[in-house]
């Protein structure tokens, strides 16, 4: 038998014969001629590189860091001057600026990312699936559901075990107003894959159903299991957005500070703490929180919610300010092929031309006939004075047996204010009184319209018996 030599020395003391014995094991150990590296002995694994993890994270269809998109996408040019035929590069390329886009809300990154994927097609025109999944994603980002839904169904032709194709699909159903079909591509993609961003789907597709416990789980099951801290803070700000939703603001505030903690980029959490805070009488904070937002992710929908608290503090022009900002961001992604009509629609019905919101949302609800543009089409109806034409919408955006299953307040609200405009006293008290409880501070503006009605309405007649409306 081989094994580490030790020489025929004169005898030394036993301390010392003792510690060569144990330097001799820790250092090697030879079994049959081979030497063994013993396991306490390798050297770690090296730390994945930024471009490694955002690859990691692109190709799996999950958040991934700023830094670390900029790295690989800086990498992957580098790579693409030097061999341009490369078709997995080009399709790497573009997933990778769909992200940049959405974490910067700047769809010049969409204009970028199509020229990338349309060339990884051109080089590659056949069995492209990496290109049609990164496709999916920019029709999904522009808010093109119809288009994303054509590109990931012609992805899962040609994979259809890929599991990171269904989130995609999953996306462009719920945006189309199809909840059966996204219910069932999450089953099947619950038959692929399991993991966070499996939870963290499943929890989407709860929360429209109105399972908001349900939702609430997965997502917290999706923040322990998550990776990456851009990956894990991004689950906990859709975790703030449904306690804020279900109106527990403290908790809300609580998962989106933790968010920030984790990745400072994560501006959409930024613009959660500015929500709660408002709630919360914090006023200061507030405008601060919703300020450091819009100045790194400005997204249409913020500047929106900015104007709409300066105008509930009085400050008109500033908040007219922040409406010419909704406007701007609106034209810019219009010009990059993004799709912001229902923003733009929500602003005209209640700061702008109502007649001009029911045009938009019209259009919008024809491409898009989901809960949320039922909503608004509802909503820009009633301010134009179209309340018969309202309801059934607004009825579709709050019956769960219309497809209308997420609880929302401000969907409740406009439901009663619409009821209440028809006389229907009993159902506007219904829903103004549901949306108060759903959550009593679901909009600076809307709360006190809301109390300022069920006021009005009263208590129910008790001469008048059961209230059938």
Same mark, same amino acid.
């Given at each position: 038998m081989t094994e580490c030599a030790m020489d025929d020395k004169p005898r030394e003391p036993r301390r010392r014969v003792r510690r060569a014995l144990i330097a001799s094991a820790a250092g090697c150990a030879v079994l049959g001629g081979v030497l063994v590296v013993l396991p306490w002995e390798r050297e770690a694994p090296p730390a994945p590189t930024p471009q490694a993890r955002a690859l990691a994270a692109v190709t799996s269809g999950v958040p991934a860091a700023l830094t670390d998109l900029a790295a690989l996408t800086e990498e992957r040019e580098a790579h693409l001057k030097r061999h341009p035929r490369d078709a997995r590069a080009w399709a790497v390329l573009g997933a990778a600026r769909v992200e940049q886009g959405l974490r910067l809300a700047d769809p010049a990154y969409w204009t970028r990312a199509e020229k990338a994927l349309r060339t990884s097609l051109k080089v590659r025109p056949e069995g492209n699936?990496?290109?049609?999944?990164?496709?999916? &994603?920019?029709?999904?980002?522009?808010?093109?559901?119809?288009?994303?839904?054509?590109?990931? $169904?012609?992805?899962? @032709? %040609? /994979?259809? @075990?890929?599991?990171?194709?269904?989130? #995609? #699909?999953? *996306?462009?159903? &719920?945006?189309?107003?199809?909840?059966e079909e996204a219910a069932q591509l999450l089953e099947k993609l619950k038959k692929l894959r399991s993991g966070p961003a499996v939870m963290a789907r499943a929890a989407a597709v709860y929360r429209d159903k109105g399972w908001r416990e349900d939702a609430a789980a997965k997502l917290a099951d999706a923040v322990s299991a998550a990776g $990456?801290?851009?990956?894990?803070?991004?689950?906990? /700000?859709? &975790?703030?957005? %449904?306690a804020w939703e279900r109106g527990?603001?403290?908790?809300? #505030?609580?998962?989106?500070?933790?968010?920030?903690?984790?990745?400072? *980029?994560?501006?959409? &959490?930024?613009?959660?703490?500015?929500?709660a805070l408002a709630s919360l009488g914090r006023m200061t904070e507030a405008l601060s929180a919703y300020r450091v937002a819009l100045v790194k992710h400005p997204r249409p929908e913020y500047a929106l919610e900015l104007g709409e608290l300066y105008e509930s503090l009085g400050l008109k022009q500033a908040a007219q300010v922040q409406y010419g900002v909704l406007r701007e961001r609106v034209r810019a992604a219009a010009a990059h092929g993004a799709d912001e009509e229902l923003v733009l629609g929500r602003y005209e019905a209640d700061h702008g031309d109502a007649e001009a919101a029911v045009r938009r949302l019209r259009a919008e609800w024809k491409r898009h006939p989901s809960t949320e543009v039922a909503d608004a089409l509802g909503w820009a109806l009633h301010r134009a004075g179209e309340h018969e034409e309202a309801l059934p919408f607004a009825v579709r955006a709050t019956e769960g047996t219309q497809g209308g299953g997420v609880r929302s307040a401000l969907y409740a609200f406009h439901r009663g204010m619409i009821e209440r405009s028809l006389e229907r006293y009993g159902a506007a008290r219904r829903h103004l009184t549901e949306a108060l409880q759903i959550n009593p501070w679901f909009s600076p503006l809307r709360v006190p319209q809301a109390k300022a009605a069920l006021n009005r309405l009263g208590e129910p007649s008790v001469q008048a018996g059961p209230e059938s409306h």
């Open positions: 699936a990496p290109a049609l999944r990164g496709l999916a &994603a920019l029709a999904n980002a522009r808010r093109d559901f119809a288009e994303a839904r054509e590109w990931g $169904e012609a992805a899962r @032709k %040609l /994979e259809p @075990k890929r599991w990171t194709t269904y989130p #995609l #699909l999953i *996306e462009a159903s &719920a945006g189309l107003g199809d909840e $990456e801290p851009a990956e894990r803070a991004a689950y906990l /700000e859709r &975790a703030g957005q %449904l527990d603001r403290e908790d809300a #505030l609580r998962q989106f500070q933790e968010a920030v903690r984790i990745d400072p *980029e994560q501006r959409a &959490a930024q613009a959660g703490q500015g929500r």
